[in-house]
């Protein structure tokens, strides 16, 4: 007999609650967690929250052999008034269905998917914490739990949801960071999966990001897998340029992943009637602008930081200084509007934010 | 105290072998298998056979959100004098470690784990099938169990090793397979993670495969990925062509698979004194073969069906069969000289096979 109501078994072991501003990314995780299953034929089912602990898999379960599986990242805000809010919570669950798509796992329902979320969060609302740039971070991710090594799609997934309070990003205010363009890897080629936001896609830039690093670049700044020559992406953020007076962020062409940070970004420059235009755009045309010093400002976007100005940009030795390695004046803009909105602090007007009651 | 001494936990509850001449591939698991964890500081450590019996990870362990993750696969046969071969298990091992150093995975010691898998499958002697074409499955994995969000490498991992007794591929004979051209999927791509035999690259193709599938195919012939023009490889094959008396094969470029069954025909067909080239083929020069009736053969190679000949190709609405959809001479030729090697029915002059005493 499936479930589909859910069910909620408490921990009887609650932890400390992390109030703190600075805690390392994604190590600390709250008292409960979501899951529910899916069988080819029964669908999604038997969702429920359960005490947050080890799960237990087949060693020959899918997951570990080819790779299927989806995930999303997303963050729960405190409001000044106390308010816990979420930020355009459909478009993460509908980009997990597009992932799933391109994986060939079978889709979830949006709606009742963000109802159990809600649920999950009011039942954690303790862990929202309230300091500036901190909140609690939302992991949604669909694993291939059937036993086989045929190389062919599961019958069996799990959909979990894990919560993880985050420090700010930025403490001690935004910081610009150093950013390395990647000549030699890869991330992600038109016909791959570059658009899906699936685990492969991650550990394959790890080599490209830790030959960055040794050389003190917080991130690479990856080309496209083709001529080597466009501008796609960074590690986890989409990448915006100001250039001359208009924004330019490379357009969705199959390989990048359609940022809700970015996609936010757009519409607020529209309203604010700053040209901003989605083309491709190669790493010599950007240089040819920093030459002729029409290199206003560089930043990444992605959920975990918003705004990321970049200070510092490397590319085949040579170094471009952006912005005197300070913050924009766009950047600065749309970080504080979209956090503002974020908290609650500024007014929601784009119907962007959902309240967890 | 870590241990390096391998420990051995015999299964109470020993599962009837099976010996069927037709088992779903990868679905039917001996009574133990091989753990040895790995820790930053620590290095490899614990090597243990156990009951085969299910893992228990936590959710935010690495592999369930980035991927990081690589695995072999490989096969022992049973000789019609009994004895137990392997065939040629250190390539195995060494490519295993190269697919790690493309994905940030530690190394491991390729004797020392030589010296556990032949204690494992020693253990398991019984569940080797001796039925023409059926052999021991074996999987050797590398997956990263350390719990957190940071898109980084893992600090741990564990190294497992399972087995599957599995029938013969070609159930009745050698059948021809109808293979198509992937046009608007990618596989992989220079400066990806092509060459490397991670979970990410399976999934990717799944959705490739579903279309080639429902229109009668088997799999689908990979192009390259910046030109959509030179083939690469077929799901889980390398690809040869014989080409007006000459045997042509893609060469290694860093996006497909150093097949061991590859390496091992370039080096027989060597020896026999037949025409063997790896280069650039664009399936555009592939078709004007054809076309000109130079086209002779066709075959897919790897591990699961040795020799696998490809009588249909399918490419934009053209259809191209191969050898009057029969198995060709040096198809024959190559399958039964390496299935005999495998099986130590004909000599074994490269010291290809290790027996498991
Ligand atoms: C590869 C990649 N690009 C861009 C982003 C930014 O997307 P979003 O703004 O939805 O967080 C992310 C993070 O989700 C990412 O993983
Ligand atoms: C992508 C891919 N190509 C080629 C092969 C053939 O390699 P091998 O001959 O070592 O089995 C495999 C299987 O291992 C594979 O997964």
């Known amino acids: 007999m499936c479930k589909y109501e859910l069910e909620i078994v408490k921990s009887m072991n609650m932890k400390d609650k992390i109030q703190k501003d600075q805690v390392p990314f994604g190590k600390t995780f709250t008292d409960h967690m979501f899951i529910m299953d899916y069988e080819t034929g029964k669908g999604w089912y038997d969702p429920r929250i359960v005490p947050y602990a080890p799960i237990t898999l087949d060693p020959a379960a899918m997951i570990f052999h080819y790779g299927q599986t989806v995930f999303e990242g997303m963050k729960a805000y405190r409001g000044e008034d106390n308010r816990i809010l979420l930020f355009r919570p459909d478009k993460n669950f509908q980009r997990l269905n ?7 796992i079978p889709p979830i329902d949006v709606e009742r998917v963000m109802d159990y979320l809600t649920q999950l969060i009011s039942l954690e609302q303790d862990w929202v914490p309230s300091k500036e740039g901190t909140s609690l971070y939302i992991r949604p991710y669909i694993i291939s739990t059937e036993p086989g090594l045929a190389v062919a799609p599961s019958q069996t ?3 979990m949801i894990i919560l993880a309070p985050v420090g700010s990003y930025f403490s001690g205010g935004i910081k610009p960071v150093r950013i390395s363009v990647e000549d030699q890897f890869t991330r992600a080629v038109k016909g791959g999966t570059g658009m899906a936001k699936t685990a492969g896609n991650y550990s394959s830039g790890f080599q490209a990001q830790a ?15 083709v001529e080597k020559r466009y501008i796609e992406e960074v590690g986890s953020m989409n990448i915006f340029f100001k250039i001359n007076g208009e ?3 490379p357009e969705l062409n199959g390989s990048i992943l359609k940022g809700i940070t970015r996609m936010s970004i757009i519409e607020l420059l529209k309203e604010w009637g700053i040209p901003v235009v989605e083309r491709k755009i190669s790493i010599e045309e950007l240089s040819q602008a920093y030459t002729e010093g029409h290199l206003e400002e560089a930043f990444g976007t992605g959920t975990a930081a918003v705004i990321s100005p970049v200070g510092e940009l490397n590319w085949l030795g040579r170094k471009m200084i952006i912005n005197n390695n300070e913050i924009g004046e766009v950047s600065k803009k ?20 959902v309240e967890i009651k």
């Open 211 to 225: 030959k960055a690093s040794k050389e003190g670049n917080a991130d690479v700044l990856w080309l496209d897998g």
């Open 247 to 249: 924004i330019v962020t």
């Open 157 to 159: 997934y799990k959909l």
């Open 98 to 104: 597009l992932s799933s798509e391109r994986l060939c």
């Open 334 to 353: 749309l970080y504080d509007t979209i956090t503002g909105i974020q908290t609650g602090k500024i007014e929601d007007l784009h119907d962007w934010t």
